[in-house]
């Protein structure tokens, strides 16, 4: 049976650190410039229903400096038989003839995992919708590893738009699996999702530290006014006192990670929250920074991240990027089984269950596709909860 | 002179199975993981002007699995210099030096044709058109004679659409060759073109037999009442012995062809059509049919060929797909003479004649491009008949 | 330091032969089948904003002749992270790490020379907006050497859009480097823009001989007729003594170099301008012209080259697309550094100066990215003058 990557998930630590040991060999390699030709004659297709430069060129580069050859889908949703209405699977239950890899980014939550059980050759996921980019958090958790030289009890602070982001929902429970502590910094409209938070707690035991601003020195006038703005009326003076703009000490943090607002993914109130996150990290921010503290971002990035602190030393979102080669290699390598590294997969498959239910998030594949199954995982402790097979949304169902 | 494929025509039968028997030669290496490297050194560029993914993809995978190279554009109509108005003729002229083979999709019916007597190097068509797809043949032809261990004597149903769907205007020319005998299903507004038909006829002495429907129970009532439906008026009981919904035993056929109803070329009457299509082929169908009945479709399907029979081991369109790859692997290496296996290619130029008269296609690759010569063929034993050069489109020209 | 080409002025005579002998080199090798294997482990990224058939599949196929790899992003306007607002600056600080060379198209002037400054690997400009396509003119500089054997004292005749070409943009200084005889014909609205006549005097001591016209045979009543058209009045009989269409003789010019009109950067007047440029390269006009003239067009053509002088020996087009290939794998190997011959980049950047003043240009990279410092040079010799550091239009600065 294939290997799959589909959610950060499916890989415990022990796999994690297995890809990162053989991604720090490669580098080295590469640096000296090493033929690596670990998979010649091996041939990856990357089928991209939605635009990337960076997943879909890095995922390329990997592949031809490992030695393999590249079929490439720029541009799947309007070059392909998706444009004649051919569903998911029937795409890959015949692209699994073409190649021996299939990199998969699609704009359905729970794509990946759908595509996952129809192949016969591993589906790595490239970014499902708004749920998860699990080879972006490879490549964050590697770039803590190595700029940080460990990811256990660091500080994190998660800020942006932490709720349509995909990439902080995988990046999450990578940070729980290694032991970081884990800050969010975000307002009310772009939180955390629930059913992340709840599983993070039930799965990993961790808690997240919730805040909504950086530690700005914010004026009574300043937080009333604000106050006024969002609820169109005067308020008292007690609402000072309130959580809503409770700052943290930016001094705190060992890595800040940014993230780009989706605007394609939000309707209306653009400019308002445009102007709220405007430059959240920027120069001003890192002057009350520890000297070795680092800033993330997967890019691209928008308003949030200030160009006026590219040279900064602790800026280092640029090599968060160039990671993504050596890491891809090695997790390719290893899902291909062309190395000595195995790895386990963890994902189990003996909890899920058929309810005669329809997912309730709008975005899911299942709602999407004709003719999939809808499956649901009961949600551990909670009362008539249960979790989407596919994209992870909960739902509660009356029995 | 480079040799082309542009139509199933071009090449014999004998030719064909050199090609299949290479391709036998070729899986089986495949399935060995041996290395092929009869075209190392060698680029094939993939010209799209029209969406693809497994026409695409499959030849870019073969090229790649007989260590070649790729230049590849995707969607050629929106990237490429035809966005400037450039002439097919001279993209080809100037591609030839970028590549020693070129795959073709192009929108026109006819274009291959035309490409090729202005190529230095191979033209392999990747479909034009409603006209024909030729490569699609090789594979249909290819599994049936895996599926089912020959061609000759067969029963072939083609169903769904055969008048627009190309791939069936250049399969017919290669069952006739091999002598399988073909039956059509399909409405009127579906049937084969009375062109093809003609020529299966003149060229091949085949004669196809005709039905609007396969053996589905029908009361007398489901007549009169689908026949008001159309003529919005009462019929008589007569009616009923009319040839309008003549069945067919399926229990008759090895092998079902479906189509998708190529919606992209058809006005209106869109939703009329597909409920009449609609899961043509489906279970309760194929509990009527052999034990061996294979199941094929060039895929991507819609409505006409039911999900609920992907299980069903007589449904072979995924293998037929797959089949794609060492088929294209076979027929690349013997058009680029990298082989001891040579063939000859059918196609005489001796009939072609100049008249002063358009092509009566509007779709017709001369109707779209300036200073290109109309050039005809005198259809033998038909009257003032003249088949387009390019396209087949018959003309009847009053001397 | 990587070596990078964002203009034919960052290469001098010596080193644009050095680059001409080692495609001679290739070429003969290539005719020979030899495998060419300097490229092995080395990826070209091909960043195209911009549609283009034969620029990135030229660049493409030559990656493949030298035994590289290739990642293309053939319309990263639409399918990279440009769609989610991503900067120049920030794309190729990514891709620098995915790719050895990057080939960049892009649709504002100076984008190449901006990417220049930002990246750790070699930019090759594929076309910069309006502004310059350098490996164009090498290709159009080394088919006048093959197919003439010189280009110094040649007589050159540049006609078509010589103002929004950027082809023309670029060649006019390299044939002004090797010493020929420029000649333009071009209406007025489509004449040579003021800067670049100005950098050839001032730079390279030329000076472009500039006529509207070929020698056709016109009356003075047709020059009446013409002028009462374009002024919407009537004139008097002296007006004919204007230079107004002053022809010149086409006997006298060794090649003739056509281009297309742009008309995707031209508003309104289309009609006007098409009938003005209608075939202004056709039979009739090759007739008058010398046996050994040659006609050079970059290619795609339009209305202004007529396909019926494709089958003239004097038609040299085609070959000049061909010699694209060889030219460009000189190129790369050379600025990669994995051959002997080495060059030096003639650019000088003593001479930049940061004023406090935007580009007029509107089409300038610096007026479409945010975070992009204004650079000038200021032009020797004439007053207050200065030249954008990136996309060369000229800006009078009154201090």
Redesign the interface.
């Known amino acids: 049976m294939p290997k799959h990557l589909v959610s950060i998930n499916d890989l415990s630590k022990a796999s994690i650190e297995k890809i990162f040991d053989l991604a720090d060999d490669i580098d080295e390699k590469l640096k000296n ?1 090493q ?1 690596i030709d670990l998979c ?2 091996k ?1 990856m ?1 990357t089928m ?1 229903y939605e ?4 997943t879909r ?2 995922f ?2 990997a592949m ?2 490992l030695g393999g ?8 949703k ?9 569903s998911l699977i ?2 890959i ?3 699994q ?3 021996d890899v299939v990199i998969l980014r699609h704009f359905n939550d729970g794509s990946a995992k759908l595509a996952s059980e129809n192949s016969l050759v591993p589906i790595i996921s490239g970014g499902d919708g708004s749920h998860e980019h699990p080879t972006q958090t490879l490549c964050d958790l590697y770039t803590l590893r190595r700029e940080k030289g460990k990811i256990k009890g660091l500080n994190i602070a998660l800020c942006g738009d932490l709720r349509y982001g995909r990439t902080v929902h995988s990046l999450v429970y990578g940070l729980a699996k290694f032991g970081a502590t884990i800050f969010t910094v975000a307002p009310d409209d772009f939180a955390l999702p629930e059913h992340v938070e709840r599983r993070l707690k039930s799965e990993y035991g961790t808690e997240v530290k919730k805040f909504k601003k950086f530690d700005e020195q914010l004026s009574a006038k300043d937080v009333i006014f604000m106050k006024n703005l969002k609820k169109g009326k005067a308020v008292k003076d007690d609402v000072i006192e309130e959580n809503l703009f409770q700052p943290i000490p930016i001094e705190y943090f060992d890595a800040i990670y940014v993230t ?1 607002i989706q605007m ?1 993914r939000i309707e209306g109130t653009k400019s308002r929250h445009e102007s709220l996150m405007s430059y959240l990290v920027n120069k001003e921010l890192l002057e009350k920074a520890k000297n070795d503290t680092i800033v993330l971002h997967p ?4 308003s949030e991240l200030s ?1 006026d602190i590219d040279k900064d030393k602790r800026a280092a979102y ?1 090599k968060q ?2 990671y ?2 050596p890491v891809r290699m090695a997790l390719i390598a290893i899902l291909l089984g062309v190395t000595e590294d195995k790895i386990k997969m963890t994902f189990d498959k003996s909890k899920d269950c058929i309810l005669d239910e329809k997912c309730s998030n709008h975005n899911c594949i299942t709602q999407e596709q ?2 999939v199954q809808h499956k649901f995982i009961k949600v551990e402790d909670v009362e008539n909860t249960y979790r989407c097979f596919y994209c992870d949304s909960e739902k509660i169902v009356q029995n």
């Not at 050859?69 to 799947?76: E, F, M, Y």
């Not at 392909?80 to 209405?85: E, Q």
């Not at 890019?299 to 928008?302: D, V």
Request: aromatic share 8%; hydrophobic share 30%; proline share 4%.
């Open positions: 410039h033929t010649r004659d041939i297709a991209f635009p990337s430069t960076r060129m890095s390329e580069s031809y400096r050859k590249v079929i490439s889908s720029a541009d799947t309007a070059t392909s038989s998706a444009a004649k209405g051919e029937d795409t239950k015949v692209i003839h073409y190649a780009r394609e890019l691209p990035r928008r160009y640029f990027a160039a993504g080669v004709e003719n």
